[in-house]
């Protein structure tokens, strides 16, 4: 039976992500026929299956709702596993890849940049302010938390806290004083969205995603040991130190490049591996890569919504995920809370 239920579980998780490709593709303000979307894309490899197309739609499928398509998929695969790999690692289902700093550092960089009139001198000088924003938050805040020669997780979990109210607080004090223009440019990265999605940026997130998740996913038997405890984790052998570093590295290396992209869009990597570890189990060699499923099709599912239920308007990526995210972590807490109160 439980071989059943994963088979199960896979099965559904795959029509799920397959079916949401389609309505990505098929469904928005303008709608375009399945068998012609099918006919563009194989024309663009090159091989004619003699469906005929307008040139607004390939417009609207090729340069709008592909890439976009990619794009949401790649930032909740991203947002999914570190959401899992972080919460294997500090062994704390409440763990979110924002926890460690990543998506305030994004976003402070991203908020300065702009007032700073930095990102008017390119295309790329947003997104980029973002990922290194992100990435040396992340560190900073891994490199206080380390003590004696020894990382304490329980403590970068709690400076990442404190860093992000801190940030969220510097955020607010350059909102004070933006022009009306900068003031729109900033709420609306801070809020998430996938509209400016183009095949240029997917081509410059797509590798940094793909290889943190790739590096997550062979963490999985690290993760399972450091699920023991650091103790029992070093003396069957781990090198508890470096998998750390490594797994924190990672981790912040695929939100942070989600977050370049797409915003802030948050609660992904809270929910996504809740909605599969009942399922496919503890372990994280499955839990991983179907964490990553689950993400994908978070976001392919809020993005959808967010273009379709006030077409032609579109609402906030993360205000859907976050309307979404906070009743989870609100039963997470009290399921937390039941289990203490029952143990006692």
């Known amino acids: ?59 609207v499928v090729w340069v709008i709702r592909l890439p976009r398509m990619v794009m949401a998929a790649l930032v909740g695969a991203g947002l999914g596993v570190s959401g899992a790999a972080l919460q294997g690692l500090f062994r704390n289902p409440l763990a979110d890849p924002g926890l460690i700093g990543v998506s305030s550092g994004a976003a402070f960089a991203v908020a300065l940049s702009i007032v700073l009139g930095i990102t008017a001198w390119g295309a790329f000088v947003q997104p980029l302010a973002a990922f290194i924003g992100g990435l040396t938050l992340t560190f900073l805040i891994y490199a206080f938390a380390r003590r004696g020669g020894r990382q304490q997780m329980a403590t970068m979990l709690l400076v990442g806290i404190a860093v992000n109210a801190l940030l969220g607080a510097a955020i607010s004090f350059i909102l004070s004083f933006s022009d009306d223009a900068e003031l729109r440019d900033i709420v609306f990265w801070t809020l998430g969205s996938l509209a400016g999605s183009i095949w240029s940026y997917v081509l410059a997130a797509a590798p940094l995603i793909l290889l943190a998740v790739a590096v997550l996913i062979r963490q ?125």
């Open 220 to 344: 999985a038997g690290a993760l399972n040991l450091l699920s023991l405890g650091d103790a029992e984790a070093r003396h069957l052998g781990l090198r508890v130190q470096r998998s750390q570093l490594l797994i924190v590295a990672a981790a912040a290396m695929a939100t942070g490049a989600g977050v370049a992209v797409a915003g802030v869009v948050g609660f992904v990597g809270l929910i996504a591996p809740h909605m599969v570890r009942l399922v496919v189990g503890p372990d994280h060699r499955r839990l991983m890569p179907a964490s990553a499923i689950a993400g994908a099709i978070l976001v392919l599912g809020a993005d959808l919504a967010a273009r379709t239920i006030v077409a032609p308007a579109e609402l906030p990526l993360g205000v859907l995920t976050a309307l979404i995210g906070t009743p989870v972590f609100l039963f997470l807490i009290d399921r937390a809370r039941r289990s203490l109160a029952s143990g006692f």
């Open 1 to 59: 039976m439980p071989g059943l239920l994963g088979v199960l579980a896979w099965a559904t998780l795959s029509v799920a992500l397959l079916a949401l490709v389609a309505a990505n593709l098929v469904l928005g303000a303008f709608d375009v026929d399945v068998l012609r979307i099918v006919g563009l894309i194989f024309d663009k490899a090159g091989i004619d299956l003699g469906i005929e197309y307008t040139r607004r739609e390939e417009a």
